[in-house]
């Protein structure tokens, strides 16, 4: 893992770096390993084979392993990785970035396999052409920031080294889980008192994340280029809990309180990873190593007369605009124009 | 108008009348006469001339009146009328009510002109199906609970007449319309001071009512067969003032606060219709004389095999539950399922 | 168990009983025996047994259970008890009204231990008047809804017999729990399809538990003395889920789709009880036998000044106004009139 | 106006200036004239005359300017301000912004007359130590973003020149005031169609405008040292109409639909500007040009015993957490713990 740090600070849209050296080594991720995944898979390796023969291709270690790629081991020793191609779901984003918890992640091209996602610009069958453009170093990026998490024991102090620091991409939720009983998480903002929160749970959320979890639990809608931290509580015993955004500079932390009658589960991108006792805590703060996530709007030939109207040019973000209306049905207006013949329906 | 009064607490589900007489005078509604209206009455009137030509069938006194209309007038001394037909939009049903703003409301069957409207069952095409369904008493109506507004001066005395009374259909909104400053108002519920309210205004609604202004205000949605009343305030400049639900019996005060800088526009059922001056308020009880609207499900025929096997025969209200699926796409889940090309889009 | 039949539909401002005959039996029900509850129920002995000396006194068959009282085991041939009282908080009421999950609760009369709680009328220092109130039949109650629930499996028949019915006060939730997926519900309504729920889970609730999880959730409030479903779903994946309400005629099925990859658990009034497996289903209705709940304005002095300016005498139901400002601070408005000196803070 | 331009990427927690040089002319703003504000501003000039005798002290021409002050009039050739103090409210430090439209403005010191605000950070009897910390330059500032405003016509032409640009400090609001139909506003995020909003009205805020209208219509609280924009539907017909936060390099216009019946009016911080016919629009962008407003914790003793415990010093932006606990009663909790004795109350 020799990819240099990215700066949080840099512009969220640069192109992937000016000096280009093209990747020498892919890591093929996938959760599941359904048909149309296998046979995806196999297009892409014999394409890769093809057209860049040089090219090392890894994969995690798994019984499932594709024929012709080489293990790959997450860690500080882990192999040098220059492009991660995901094929999957959402959830296939969230596990690659989750590999690389420490440190830096290479740029992420990612492919649905039909079904949506938030996550995926790209198509399975439209390949090629993504492969190529991130080969050719024109791929532009959106640097997705992540959140980093250090854990606290009762006396406040650290209880992870370095190794053990946790990235998520989407979110952190301290969760009651299956106690039936409501929790008391209190909220330190800088090292300040902010509230005690007697809820279902806490969610600190990325401005990706607050599509996810957050979102559900009433949160706003935070534009993935800004760098900001989202404060959402879940089923709160409490009539004016609000969602908070805090810049990217302010650290947060859940402690659970020692009036909790029982522990908490903490769910890292959707993953149950680790259970807090009354008393311990979690910190997050921004982390300097975002997920370099390859846009959509990248491989956008320039000439593409609709996108030239809309005067949003290749390299700007705006995948998201199209996501929130296509994906999320954001503000989908009431159907009063449509036709309903009541004999009919 | 020598309608019987009707008893809110009867079933809301009843057929029009047990000892059943065919109604001998329709009055035609419509807001606007647009092309399509103006040919949907005059089929109708055609229809009605051939078939039923004993009937009377009048129109408001408006220089747009159809041929072959009679002219009615609202009043207390108005001709009698057995069935309202209504063609255009929720506002014409709206309209129709409140030509009853005293009193009882003959039952009302609403034609959509294409266009989709919550409250309107019947597409204008199957209109035959629809009048003779009424005519032969077969059909079922929902009574739709409405609102009666009375008015006191800043010391509390009743400032109209039984006259001057009025109904609502969906709400009473009082609001700060083109004052730029917040007001406040005093909110009594039986008489008891509830709270204050500092906001852009307060929306006091009928089930029906919910799916209208308080549902954009966030209030809940609530069944229209239940007979309740629903206070959802405006923009309201606290984190903790929630949507609340009486029961029909309650009586709700809304009183613009003598700290409020300005007056304050009085909504009915969304005609600008009276001002209030601070220390003025306005009263709101479930009225004795519901809205009876016919079903959609009344002119299903019996052997319609969908709705057999949906179990919810003729009479039954479900009209509501299809209502809120296609008109406000309740719940309408993300669309993880359905396929995106970016090149195609 | 042989108290007669209440209906829902009876006003639900009723005095007990216009026949009155004095109670007979008395549960005393306490969930935790800490020292004041120890205290307080002594006090409540040697006061029952001095000035009601016939009355038999009872008590749940637990190790810690008081001296002097018999005991008392749930059950369709339960020993009749006429009236219940409670020391603790909301969790105590809901405690006591489980014991009576099948048919009817005698008239409950419940006592704070000092903390305020939503349920709780009175505070234990008043207990002598408040019991004198309750035997001289001159008590007046609000009969709280509970919702009685039956269960089905895959193939829609019914998991148990009426021994196995469940009845509860505040609501059912049906919940991921543990789990970290999302999952999904179809939620019925008088058998007919409403909508399909993928989320953290859905709450059923009575206008009681509209103040409970539901609120935390974002549900409405709904005056107890409505009778009314309320349905709430909890962090659901769409924009567009709103709370619904529901006349009390409604059946509400929540059935776990087979879609769902993990059980869900069910929590009746805060106790998890039961798991659902893909498939399974519970449907909610209101229940025959609601609680009822002795009022504080029962043992209000008539010629209590301020209740006489407020205009609300003995026997209206206002304990809801003061509890909902006083416990939930609804609506609580900003400190813009309170002095803060920042040298001084 | 000569101020440097300060950028908004500088931090926002800066001392005012390196080199400092103490300011030579105050203007002194005031919006109301009550007794306890004349009496204030006597103190100030007395003791402004004594302690800095060479500073000149402007005010506004109005016919209540104080005596001893010079008469200041805004615009590209106002005379040079050097630091701006403020008695009144929330709705002064606004005005005084708004005496700034063009360009920058001076550092604000602000102070309230008793009540409290989300703006005022000192509270006057405290006026001295205030005045004095801002003279010796040793205040921190919190930069408080603003909005910059241009209007364009049917076509989309600038309508106004660079004179009648607009800056708010909380947040522009289009609205449909009197009228009493919805409105239709088409909503661009960087020239590309986001949304089209049937609704109230639509307001895009600051971080400080996020607790003012934003808050009451729904939307989250943003801290005001991050930069971003946020958007927030006022009565939306919709159910799926969520706010949004943007990235300070965003630019959002609304324009009037063609669609709509009726013309809407702009609020700008509260005070109604403009009126937008249908085609209009108005775009918002972040200004280079924020409010300094000092910060309450520029003026705590370094030996402030609390204040160190809490590890925030001087020059720390804390004030906004104990602003939204002590104004906003943020997450105030149920008061479970109280004691409320019936009788008593
Ligand atoms: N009640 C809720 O809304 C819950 C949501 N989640 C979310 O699920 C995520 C984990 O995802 P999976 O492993 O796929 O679990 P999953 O298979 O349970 O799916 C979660 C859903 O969230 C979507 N999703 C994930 N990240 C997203 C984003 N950033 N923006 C918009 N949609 C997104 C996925 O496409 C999927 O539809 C967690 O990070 C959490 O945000 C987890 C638990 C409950
Ligand atoms: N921000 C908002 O949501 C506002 C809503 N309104 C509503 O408009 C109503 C007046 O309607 P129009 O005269 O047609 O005015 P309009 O032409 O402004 O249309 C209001 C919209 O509300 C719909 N609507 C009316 N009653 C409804 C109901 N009970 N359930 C669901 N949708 C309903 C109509 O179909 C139409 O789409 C008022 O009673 C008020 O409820 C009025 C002002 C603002
Ligand atoms: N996120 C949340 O808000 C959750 C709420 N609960 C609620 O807790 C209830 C069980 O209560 P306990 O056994 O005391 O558990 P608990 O000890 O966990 O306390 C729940 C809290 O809810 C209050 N409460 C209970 N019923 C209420 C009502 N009808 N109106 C207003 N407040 C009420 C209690 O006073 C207590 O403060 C459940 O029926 C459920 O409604 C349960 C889990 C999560
Ligand atoms: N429904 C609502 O909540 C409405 C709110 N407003 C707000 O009023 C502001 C104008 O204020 P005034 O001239 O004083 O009018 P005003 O006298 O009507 O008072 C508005 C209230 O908002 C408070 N306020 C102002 N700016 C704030 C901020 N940034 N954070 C927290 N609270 C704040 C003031 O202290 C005051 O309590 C507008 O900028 C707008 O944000 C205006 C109309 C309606």
């Known amino acids: 893992m020799t990819l240099p740090k990215r700066n949080l600070h840099t512009s969220p849209k640069s192109g992937i770096s000016p000096t280009y050296i093209p990747p020498k080594s892919v890591l093929i991720v996938n959760k599941h390993r359904t048909k149309p995944v296998v046979e995806a898979i196999e297009s892409l390796l014999s394409y890769l084979r093809e057209k860049h023969p040089d090219v090392r291709i890894f994969h995690e270690d798994r019984p499932d392993r594709p024929d012709g790629t080489e293990i790959w081991r997450p860690g500080t020793d882990a ?151 989202v404060l959402t509580p879940i089923c709160p015993r409490s009539l004016s809990f609000r969602p908070l955004v805090f810049p990217s500079s302010s650290s947060i932390t859940l402690r659970l309180s020692e009036r909790s009658r029982a522990e908490a589960g903490l769910s890292m991108d959707g993953q149950v990873s680790h259970v807090l006792s009354p008393g311990e805590s979690i910190t997050l703060r921004a982390s300097l190593y975002p997920v370099p996530c390859i846009n959509r709007s990248s491989i956008v030939e320039p000439d593409d007369s609709r996108r030239g109207s809309e005067g ?20 989908a207006t009431f159907r009063s124009k449509a036709l309903l013949r009541h004999s009919r329906t």
Chains 1, 2, 3, 4 share one sequence.
């Open 312 to 331: 949003a040019g290749p390299g700007k973000e705006d995948d998201w605009v199209r996501d929130i209306n296509n994906l999320l049905q954001y503000n």
């Open 79 to 229: 192999e040098r990785v220059d492009l991660i191609v995901t094929l999957g779901g959402d959830g296939t984003i969230l596990h690659a970035a989750s590999l690389f918890k420490v440190g830096a992640v290479p740029p992420v091209l990612s492919f649905s396999m039909g079904t949506l996602g938030f996550l995926l610009p790209f198509h399975i069958d439209d390949f090629g052409k993504a492969i190529e453009t991130a080969f050719e170093g024109k791929a532009t990026v959106l640097h997705r920031m992540r959140l980093i998490c250090t854990f606290q024991n009762k006396d406040g102090h650290t209880m992870n080294d370095v190794r053990q620091e946790w990235q998520v991409m989407n979110e952190v939720a301290l969760h009651r889980g299956a106690s039936p009983h409501l929790n008391t998480i209190d909220v330190f903002v800088d090292g300040q008192h902010l509230t005690e929160a007697v809820s279902d749970g806490i969610i600190v959320s990325t401005p990706t994340g607050s599509t996810a979890y957050s979102l559900s639990a009433g949160g706003p809608i935070v534009h993935p280029s800004l760098s900001a931290l």
